[in-house]
């Protein structure tokens, strides 16, 4: 493991063989199992735990209480809220495994759940609480249970800047 400015909470776990790139931030509790490679200016959340085999890239921010399985990757600048949960058995409990693949740019909103082999396309968000069973495409964004697509990032992004220069609250 190496550290290059890290900062990593006295109460977090960081297994074995764990590459950690520089500024990374673990904070409170949080759980980083072996074989496990973090990008440059991760932050991981209190009580996450990031199972083995999972790579993390660059500038991507974990939010508490989320499970990532083993044997996920997740792109860079990808964001997940919080209690959002990746899994890698979709028959449990099997003896085979297969990761979320979560690619750059993506956001995963709060108690969102995907299903082991599901891809998040570039640039889409799953919104807060859907379950993912199929893959999403790039610059969409899907909603609900199953997830279903709704409109486009370029929406979603017009929506957000909306919504931060409103006088609302």
Known sequence: MSNNESNISTSAFVGKQVKLGSNVKIWNMA???TNTEIGDNVII???AHVDYDVKIGSNT???GLVYIAPKCIIGKNVFIGPSATLTNDPYPPSTKLVGVCIEDNAVIGARAVIKAGVT???NSVVAMGSIVTKDVPPDTVVV???AKIVYTRAKYDEKMKDWEVSSKY
């Open 31 to 33: 759980y980083i199992g």
């Open 45 to 47: 959340g209190s009580l």
């Open 61 to 63: 921010k974990i939010e």
């Open 120 to 122: 998040i396309g570039k």
């Open 144 to 146: 609900g249970s199953p």
